[in-house]
């Protein structure tokens, strides 16, 4: 295990013994066996755990087991505690999402105030696996299918090498301790669903599951860096800077998603690629919107002209009814009632609005950071 950690490690250039390492501990089998491996190793570490306060009790155990555990190895050993619930709710984040956030933020203000190079989470070749069938479930493209990195900026994760069986058979064979979370048995979360329902069914088809996982992931990588270095020559040929605006030559480009990574960093998505690439070979002058940009269709050209320098129009709409212009765009506005909207309203461009939560007049203006809306029939 020794052996296959420092070569893991030397192989994707993760750390070296002159760096100082932060090691994210839970307490759990995962993070235990990356703080006994790197003790093995002559890399200096320290241990950082957070309470997030979400299992009472037991969130208080973990951090009393982490702290005991740390100081008997004679490692110093970050505590913190955090609201998460509270700060999920203040910025309307899950829960899940908060807690990543807070964690990561205290561990970027630790490594800034106490010098350390690295941080190294303990996501293992399941954890990957699992994100790899998650963003499937999700949509996702190239990136998505090669598991997570073993590098990102100063985060490490040294144990991508190893399955969680073998890690604890590692840490049983020592007699090493480790916390078991609750929580990691609730189907409700999405993780440990795939975990459960879907993973050990597909074992059942390859018991060997892990392991080819392991060389699929190693080719994708492969070949998201081939793709990776085309877009940037791609980039370099049919992106045009002239005098206010980019010019990308449609001529040059095979598809939507090919599209998409041109103008990803115009602030277009996907969704809006595939629209844009729809009316491609239509009459000029079909327009799109992202929240810095314009692109409007030439020809056989693609114009892009920033509107962060442009002011936001905004204009009053006194009555239920009536047309107002914002910028070159109309708006129409009319009192209808539900029953007799056109049945594809939901694919057009309408928003329909509760006429009774409606307080006149009506400021109507582009979208700025803040605005968010639910869509009937959606959470958020």
């Keep these: ?63 009393r087991f982490v702290k005991d555990q740390a100081e008997a190895l ?13 700060f999920a709710s203040e910025h309307k984040l899950s ?31 399941n954890d990957s ?27 490490i994760r040294p144990l991508l090498d190893f399955s969680r069986e073998e890690l604890e058979t590692f840490m049983k064979e020592k007699g090493h301790p480790w916390r078991e979370d609750s929580s990691n048995q609730d189907t409700y979360y999405q993780r ?30 492969e070949v998201e860096e081939v793709f990776r270095q085309a877009m940037a020559t791609l980039k370099s040929t049919a992106i045009c800077q002239e005098a206010d605006h980019h010019r990308i030559s449609i001529e040059q480009i095979s598809g939507p998603y090919v599209l998409e990574q041109l103008i990803s960093d115009f602030g277009f998505g996907y969704k809006q690629a595939k629209e844009i690439w729809d009316v491609r ?10 929240a810095s ?21 905004e204009v009053l709409l006194k009555a239920e009814a009536g047309e107002v212009m914002l910028g070159e765009h109309s708006y129409q506005a009319k009192l209808q009632s539900i029953d007799k909207l056109p049945h594809n309203w939901k694919q057009s461009a309408h928003a329909v609005l509760d006429l009774d939560q409606l307080r006149f007049p009506l400021t109507v203006r582009s979208w700025i950071q803040g605005d968010y809306f639910f869509p009937l029939g959606m959470k958020g």
């Design 1 to 63: 295990m020794r052996k296959r950690f420092l070569d893991f490690i030397e192989k994707h250039a993760l750390t070296s013994p002159s760096e100082r390492v932060l090691l994210a501990v839970s307490g759990g089998l995962d993070s235990m066996a990356m703080l006994h491996l790197f003790c093995q190793t002559q890399i200096p570490v320290a241990v950082a755990h957070c309470n997030f306060s979400l299992r009472g009790l037991e969130s208080d155990g973990d951090e």
């Design 192 to 221: 440990n669903f795939i975990r459960s329902e879907v993973v050990k069914p597909l074992k059942k088809v390859n018991p060997d599951l892990l392991a080819t996982f392991k060389d699929t992931s190693a080719r994708n990588r």
């Design 293 to 313: 940009h314009s692109l409007v269709v030439n020809r056989g050209d693609l114009v892009i002209t920033s509107q962060k320098d442009k002011p936001t129009p």
């Design 129 to 155: 696996f699992e994100t790899v069938l998650f963003n499937l479930a999700k949509g996702t493209s190239i990136a998505g299918l090669r598991g997570i990195l073993p590098l990102r900026d100063r985060v």
């Design 74 to 86: 004679g490692i110093t050993c970050f505590l913190t505690k955090f609201d998460t619930k509270a």
């Design 281 to 290: 070979g239509g009459l000029s002058g079909s327009t799109f919107l992202s």
């Design 95 to 125: 829960t899940q999402m908060a807690a990543r956030q807070l964690r990561y933020d205290w561990f970027n203000q630790l490594c800034e105030a106490e010098g350390f190079d690295k941080v190294a989470t303990a996501h293992h070749l």
